[in-house]
């Protein structure tokens, strides 16, 4: 028998009291429902690239299910070892941690090839969550999170050099239009539009280039979109790094926050914020995709498609895509700026995931674990013999950038914004 020690003791007091906080009827559903047909092992990226038992959304989640056993079910209570529960050790949770981090993207494709539709998805948020609070969150995602955290507390020391930068910034959009009177607003008070940008000039200066051409009322955000503790499961964090915005875009009075191209950073100021607040946001949010979208159907942006005239592929995000539901926008954007738009198959709410999302791309570490995951996404980029890939996700195009290095892709990978930018006439 197993000596569970007095730190062991603790972790699993806070691991139990986590796991029956967390585990509603939406993830009680996804614990009882499974009748283990294995129809989910196809579905998944990690399966399909490395075809082995523990790759399978099914085997992970009953890792998981062990536990919940152990916590929360009275028979597994009493015969722990009728169902495979397991007490809590340091090791148990360690191991759990690793698959709830670093075996699923939760990118959710199983959910939807399931004929049960088990979200396998929500039970390892819900370990992520539990592995967090416990201490096994990966280091390089709390240290990201608390940065951000960090940012808002010390924003007057960050406030001069953002500042110095996007005027840097504000003279390559003028020179790009060939106009001074060009502009990057930051603390526009009645603007419109927040514009919510990641750290980098990709996700600011084409962006800028639009609206200005579009004349577009518009202000630049202060903080970034990335919301790193979404990914660790602490819905704490995460408020409070939404909250930077919503008070943000609140004193400026605007009214739309606009996302760039970030998947993560969408779904979580779209669709989870108003469940964490537990209220609708005083202000409608959209992503870039979906005011370039309507841009070019209202004739605001003159494009030339013979501009991006090699092939183009484009690769779903699986959060603005599958859970998003922005499939027709991007691919709507494409036509019109591009000369040879080619699909991947199979693509929309089936595409695969990249194999870098939900944080994996953050973690040196992992490497090795995306790029074997990545392999279907390789193979599925080079049979479209595309020159170009598109995606509207930043930790989707790193991954792909480094997919092509790895597997000799040979392709550039790219944004929507920077692509219609390219092709203003």
Same mark, same amino acid.
């Given at each position: 028998?197993?000596?569970?020690?007095?730190?062991?003791?603790?972790?699993?007091?806070?691991?139990?009291?986590?796991?029956?906080? &967390?585990?509603?009827?939406?993830?009680?559903?996804?614990? !009882?429902?499974?009748?283990?047909? @294995?129809?989910?092992?196809?579905?998944?990226?990690?399966?399909?690239?490395?075809?082995?038992?523990?790759?399978?959304?099914?085997?992970?989640?009953?890792?998981?299910?062990?536990?919940?056993? /152990?916590?929360?079910?009275?028979?597994?209570?009493?015969?722990?070892?009728?169902?495979?529960?397991?007490?809590?050790?340091? !090791?148990?949770?360690?191991?759990?941690? %690793?698959?709830?981090?670093?075996?699923?993207?939760?990118?959710?494709?199983?959910?939807?090839?399931?004929?049960?539709? =088990?979200?396998?998805?929500?039970?390892?948020?819900?370990?992520?969550?539990?592995?967090?609070?416990?201490?096994?969150?990966?280091?390089?995602?709390?240290?990201?999170?608390?940065?951000?955290?960090?940012?808002?507390?010390?924003?007057?020391?960050?406030?001069?050099?953002?500042?110095?930068?996007?005027?840097?910034?504000?003279? %390559?959009?003028?020179?790009?239009?060939?106009?001074?009177?060009?502009?990057?607003?930051?603390?526009?008070?009645?603007?419109?539009?927040?514009?919510?940008? &990641?750290?980098?000039?990709?996700?600011?200066?084409?962006?800028?280039?639009?609206?200005?051409?579009?004349?577009?009322?518009?202000?630049?955000?202060?903080?970034?979109?990335?919301?790193?503790?979404?990914?660790?499961?602490?819905?704490?964090?995460?408020?409070?790094?939404?909250?930077?915005?919503?008070?943000?875009?609140?004193?400026?009075?605007? /009214?739309?926050?606009?996302?760039?191209?970030? @998947?993560?950073?969408?779904?979580?100021?779209?669709?989870?914020?108003?469940?964490?607040?537990?209220?609708?946001?005083?202000?409608?949010?959209?992503?870039?995709?979906?005011?370039?979208?309507?841009?070019?159907?209202?004739?605001?942006?003159?494009?030339?498609?013979?501009?991006?005239? !090699?092939?183009?592929?484009?690769?779903?995000?699986?959060?603005?895509?599958?859970?998003?539901?922005? &499939?027709?926008?991007?691919?709507?954007?494409?036509?019109?700026?591009? @000369?040879?738009?080619?699909?991947?198959?199979?693509?929309?709410?089936?595409?695969?995931?990249?194999?870098? @999302?939900?944080?994996? =791309?953050?973690?040196?570490?992992?490497?090795?674990?995306?790029?074997?995951?990545?392999?279907?996404?390789?193979?599925?980029?080079?049979?479209?013999?595309?020159?170009?890939?598109?995606?509207?996700?930043?930790?989707?195009?790193?991954?792909?950038?480094? &997919?092509?290095?790895?597997?000799?892709?040979?392709?550039?990978?790219?944004?929507?914004?920077?692509?219609?930018?390219?092709?203003?006439?």
């Amino acid at each position: 028998m197993e000596t569970i020690t007095v730190e062991e003791q603790n972790k699993t007091a806070l691991a139990r009291e986590m796991m029956e906080k &967390l585990v509603d009827r939406r993830v009680l559903t996804a614990l !009882e429902v499974c009748v283990r047909c @294995g129809t989910c092992a196809e579905s998944c990226h990690y399966y399909q690239s490395d075809p082995k038992t523990e790759h399978t959304p099914y085997y992970r989640a009953e890792q998981v299910r062990r536990v919940y056993r /152990q916590f929360m079910d009275p028979v597994g209570q009493a015969f722990p070892g009728w169902f495979g529960a397991k007490p809590t050790t340091d !090791e148990a949770l360690s191991r759990l941690a %690793e698959i709830a981090f670093s075996s699923c993207t939760l990118c959710h494709r199983c959910t939807f090839e399931c004929p049960f539709g =088990v979200e396998t998805a929500e039970i390892m948020r819900v370990m992520r969550s539990v592995a967090t609070a416990c201490g096994y969150g990966p280091e390089m995602l709390v240290e990201i999170a608390n940065a951000a955290i960090a940012k808002e507390e010390n924003a007057d020391l960050f406030r001069d050099i953002f500042l110095d930068q996007v005027k840097e910034l504000e003279k %390559e959009v003028q020179d790009k239009l060939g106009s001074s009177e060009a502009r990057i607003p930051v603390n526009q008070k009645g603007a419109r539009l927040l514009y919510v940008p &990641l750290a980098g000039a990709h996700t600011i200066v084409p962006q800028a280039i639009i609206f200005n051409i579009a004349r577009e009322s518009w202000t630049l955000s202060m903080f970034d979109t990335a919301n790193y503790a979404v990914f660790l499961g602490d819905i704490t964090k995460a408020k409070r790094i939404a909250q930077r915005i919503i008070k943000e875009a609140e004193a400026l009075e605007v /009214q739309e926050v606009i996302i760039t191209e970030c @998947g993560h950073g969408y779904t979580a100021m779209r669709w989870d914020a108003p469940k964490w607040f537990g209220h609708p946001l005083p202000f409608k949010v959209r992503n870039i995709i979906e005011v370039i979208d309507d841009y070019i159907r209202d004739g605001v942006l003159p494009v030339n498609p013979a501009t991006n005239g !090699e092939p183009v592929t484009y690769h779903d995000s699986c959060n603005l895509g599958r859970k998003g539901g922005l &499939l027709e926008e991007p691919r709507r954007v494409l036509r019109a700026v591009v @000369g040879d738009f080619r699909e991947m198959t199979p693509n929309r709410l089936h595409s695969y995931c990249c194999g870098g @999302g939900s944080g994996l =791309v953050a973690v040196p570490e992992w490497k090795d674990i995306r790029m074997q995951a990545g392999k279907l996404k390789a193979d599925q980029i080079r049979q479209t013999g595309a020159k170009t890939v598109v995606t509207s996700c930043d930790n989707c195009r790193f991954q792909i950038g480094e &997919l092509s290095q790895y597997y000799d892709l040979g392709v550039e990978v790219t944004s929507v914004s920077e692509l219609t930018a390219k092709a203003l006439v």
